[in-house]
């Protein structure tokens, strides 16, 4: 008896081991990818990298219509300072050269001019520039009202002319927008020296 029960210990022990094998090496063979769950991977990967791109894209362009709005505040408020510091400017304002204000020309959807003023006329002529600011790609200035608009300041309070007027209710809108795109950035200044962002 005991010399049978372990024969058949035995092999109840090998037939387990070999079912067990058997189906080991069976869910082995069966453990990769079929080729359309491969494609589906594939797909749903290059689709989510498609729209992570695009939105990248947008948000680049939003970051640079940002960086062009708030340099070209700095650089209205630039000149604003420096009518009232009255800076001067190696080779066109000086102690011997005077210039009677500074000022923000913009007649291109590309670009801007900041200029001091040599002749007292409160608006930009040929050779007065100092610095042209030019806007980085995808941005423009889409509008500006009054166009063409010079924003000049006068020393030393500094007054602030509009296109040579500084009544109380004259104001200028600048417009910048991303090409081909709505999105914008709004720039108003009055009279009263305020630049503001809306």
Do not use: H
Request: proline residues 4%.
């Amino acid at each position: 008896m005991g010399r049978n029960s372990s024969f058949l210990i035995f092999l109840c022990y090998t037939n387990v081991t070999m079912k067990t094998s058997f189906f080991r090496k069976k869910y082995l063979k069966n453990k990769g990818f079929t080729l359309i769950e491969a494609l589906v991977v594939l797909f749903v990967i290059s689709l989510l990298s498609i729209l992570m791109l695009a939105n990248y894209q947008s948000n680049r362009e939003k970051n640079i219509l940002l960086q062009m709005d708030q340099k070209l505040i700095s650089d209205l408020r630039k000149v604003q300072n420096m009518a009232m510091s009255g800076t001067e400017i190696p080779g066109l304002c000086s102690v011997s050269s005077i210039c009677y204000g500074y000022g923000v020309y913009i007649n291109s959807n590309s670009s801007y001019i900041l200029f001091a003023d040599k002749n007292d006329n409160k608006s930009y002529n040929n050779g007065e520039a100092f610095e042209t600011v030019n806007l980085s790609s995808p941005v423009t200035i889409q509008s500006t009202s009054p166009s063409p608009v010079t924003i000049f300041f006068s020393p030393p309070d500094p007054k602030t002319y509009i296109n040579q007027d500084n009544g109380a209710t004259v104001s200028a809108v600048i417009i910048l927008q991303i090409q081909g795109t709505s999105s914008t950035e709004t720039i108003n200044i009055n009279t009263a020296g305020l630049i503001e962002n809306n």
